[in-house]
C-alpha cells in the first residue's frame, strides 16, 4: 500500500508488514498495543526516520488502536520525529554530567560550524542537531548520540573528525557496537 503526501510517502511494504507480524508475534493476539513501540521504531526505519501525522494513524489502524494512543507515544519519546530529520542527527546530552564537562558549548560549535540552530537541518538534508535528555553514558561526558551509537568524551576536534567522517559517508549509523571513542 502506497499513500502520496507532500512530505513523505508512506509504505508499508511486504517486508515492513512481516517484521510488524513477527513483533506482534511476541504479545497476545488482543494486546497489540503492547507493541507500539518497536513498530513504531520498524516503521520510523523504514520511512526516512520519521513519523508523519498519517504514518502515526497508519500504525494505530495497524494495531486496532486509537491514533491519539499512538500520538502521545511519539510526542513523549524523543526518539521520534514528527518531521524530517538529516541524515545524520547528532543528539548531544544536555543533562548535568555531560553539560558540566561542556557538552552545551560542543552543541552551540557544532550548529555555528553547521550554519543552524539546535533542531535545524542543514539545507543539503545531510545534518540535524538537538539537545536530549540523560542517555546514560555520564561516565562519558561529554557524548552524543548519532544513529544506533554513541561518541564520548567529545571535544571540538571529535566533532570537527565526526563532520568530516559523516560528509566522506564513512559513519555507518547502525553499528552493533555502539560505544565508541
Known sequence: MEISHAKQVINIDEKLTERINELLSHYPADKKKSALLPVLHEVQDAHDNWLSIELQDKVAEILEIKPVEVYEVVTFYTMYNQKPIGKYMFEFCRTSCCCLRGAEDLMDYTCD??????????????????????LGACGYAPMLQIGDYYREHLTKEKVDTLIEECKAGKVDLHKQDHYTE
Open 113 to 134: 560550524k553547521l550554519g543552524i540552530k539546535e533542531g535545524e537541518t542543514t539545507p543539503d538534508g545531510q545534518f540535524t542537531v538537538v539537545g536530549v535528555e540523560c
